[in-house]
Nanobody, 120 residues
Framework: QVQLVESGGGLMQPGGSLRLSCAAS????????MGWYRQAPGKQRELVAA???????NVSDSVQGRFTISRDNAKNTVYLQMSSLKPEDTARYYC??????????????WGQGTLVTVSL
């Protein structure tokens, strides 16, 4: 079973930057797609950005041009560089990974989340 551990959240002023990290560990065959989701109070969880093992990315329109997703396959780690932060970016950010237990058997794993608060 894969474990995902996020880090890098915190309090930041509007216009500032933060970098989130999510490291996958444990027993697995390989990690395929990884991504970041967020959930603000009273709202549904939404996709922020995703990245394939080959580096193809999908970024939400709401953060396009401000957030960048990247990954280090050797470290099984995905990053989210967040810039020009806005108060509406305030949410708990969750890491997500498609983990293969065997060559053909996969499952989706979630991290515990890291809180990002954008406020003066």
């Amino acid at each position: 079973q894969v474990q995902l551990v996020e880090s890098g959240g915190g309090l930041m002023q509007p216009g500032g930057s933060l970098r989130l990290s999510c490291a996958a560990s444990g027993s697995f065959y390989r990690i395929a797609d990884m991504g970041w989701y967020r959930q603000a109070p009273g709202k549904q969880r939404e996709l922020v950005a995703a990245i394939t093992s080959g580096g193809d990315t999908n970024v939400s329109d709401s953060v396009q041009g401000r957030f960048t997703i990247s990954r280090d396959n050797a470290k099984n780690t995905v990053y989210l560089q967040m810039s020009s932060l806005k108060p509406e970016d305030t949410a708990r950010y969750y890491c997500n990974a498609m983990a293969f237990a065997t060559k053909n058997l996969y499952y989706t794993q979630w991290g515990q989340g890291t809180l990002v608060t954008v406020s003066l």
